[in-house]
């Protein structure tokens, strides 16, 4: 039987569904519907997915590791598409990352700054970044700690090739919708801080597949959607388990 993920009526039927679903979201918060933008995960899924995903409009995609943008790129040589890291990041990947991303939203410490700024000068690229901060007391997540992002937004001030453009989190993975708010709840008030500060952070990046409306709710600029748009993840062969970032 075909793989349904890379067939365009799919796509386009589950695509439909999610923005249908973050535009009464966005009503039943008191917010314009075109406040919030979606980007696609497309993680795990092969190039013929994003292939697909393009037929409906969509460039820009957000991938976790750093050789699944490496394979697709080269998969899809000469394509238009704009590259999101949402991973953890590994200093040892910033060069790879320099040559081949748009955005790195999982930035959340000065040595990945670092390793990022050099490789950008060699490039002669600049990159936009969202600070990753850790909203969640779940080990398993990862990001800044939130008492350590106003000298964070000080020092990168310092670091000409990284545009800071906002913030994302991953909230605790919870069936306690107050418990998820609360890490989106969070990450405004730091954004908020951070901007009296004279800090320019305009995005938040908050809320994925099973917790989106929760992050509307909150002021999310930007939501993280794989599932509810691919269907459900298999990691495929050509991506197995031995790639870390």
């Known amino acids: 039987m075909s793989d349904p993920t890379n067939d365009y009526a ?9 923005r249908e679903r973050v535009d009464a979201a966005c009503r039943a ?8 933008s979606i980007l696609p995960v497309s993680k795990t899924f092969g190039p013929e997915v994003v292939r697909a ?36 990041l590994q200093t040892n990947k910033a060069k ?41 007391p ?27 453009r906002g913030l994302m989190t991953l909230a605790v993975q919870s069936d ?3 418990a998820v708010r609360a890490c989106f709840r969070q990450l405004r008030h730091l954004r908020d801080a951070g901007q009296d500060q004279g800090h320019d952070l ?3 990046s908050m809320g994925m597949s099973g917790d989106f409306p929760l992050a509307i709710a909150e002021g999310a600029t930007e939501i993280r959607v794989g599932t ?18």
């Open 10 to 18: 799919y796509l386009a039927h589950n695509w439909a569904a999610v």
């Open 29 to 36: 918060a008191g917010r314009e519907p075109g406040e919030v």
């Open 53 to 88: 995903a393009m037929a409906l409009g969509l460039h820009r995609f957000g991938e976790n590791k750093v050789q699944e943008i490496r394979s697709k790129s080269e998969a899809l040589a000469g394509e238009s598409i704009e590259w999101v890291v949402i991973g953890h």
């Open 96 to 136: 790879e990352v320099a040559r081949l991303a748009s955005e790195v939203q999982s930035l959340d410490r000065l040595e990945l700054a670092d390793a990022l700024q050099r490789r950008l000068e060699i490039e002669d690229r600049s990159l936009d970044v969202l600070i990753e901060v850790k909203t969640s």
């Open 138 to 164: 779940e080990d398993s997540k990862h990001g800044l700690p939130a008492d350590q992002l106003s000298s964070f937004l000080h020092a990168l001030r310092g670091y000409d090739r990284l545009r800071v």
């Open 176 to 178: 306690d919708a107050e």
């Open 202 to 204: 305009a995005r938040l």
């Open 228 to 245: 509810a748009i691919f269907g459900v993840r298999q990691i495929p062969k050509t991506y197995g388990t031995e790639l870390n970032n």
